[in-house]
C-alpha cells in the first residue's frame, strides 16, 4: 500500500502527486511522507521562486529526467503542492522514499 496518493494521466503520460517543502534545510532530500504528502528538504530559501526553482532541479535529479518534464501544478506560494511530472511512474517515485528517506 502506498503513502502517497497518485494521478496518472496515461494520455499525456504524467504522474502527480502532492510534495510538502522545508526551505532552508541543511541538504536537499526526501524526508518521507507527512500527511499524504512527500516531505522534501531543500537548502534553497523559500524567496524569489527559489526553492521551487531548487525543487525542479531536485526532483528532476534524482528521477533521472529534465527539469522540463517536471511541473509545478499548484502551490507556488506554498509549502503544500502539487507537483506533476512526464516520463515516470508511480513506482518510481515510491522507490525514492526507500533509496532517499
Not at 536537499?28 to 516531505?39: C, L
Request: hydrophobic residues 45%; glycine residues 4%.
Amino acid at each position: 500500500m502506498s503513502l502517497l496518493s497518485f494521478s496518472v494521466d496515461q494520455a499525456r503520460g504524467t504522474v502527480a502527486f502532492s510534495v510538502r517543502v522545508q526551505p532552508r534545510a541543511s541538504r536537499d532530500e526526501i524526508a518521507g511522507v507527512v500527511e499524504g504528502a512527500m516531505k522534501i528538504r531543500l537548502c534553497a530559501p523559500a524567496v524569489e521562486n527559489r526553492a521551487n526553482e531548487a525543487l525542479v532541479e531536485f526532483l528532476a535529479d534524482v528521477l533521472k529526467t529534465s527539469k522540463s518534464a517536471v511541473r509545478i501544478r499548484s502551490g507556488e506560494q506554498s509549502r503544500n503542492k502539487r507537483v506533476e511530472i512526464f516520463g515516470v511512474t508511480p513506482q518510481q517515485i515510491e522507490s525514492l522514499l526507500q533509496t532517499e528517506a
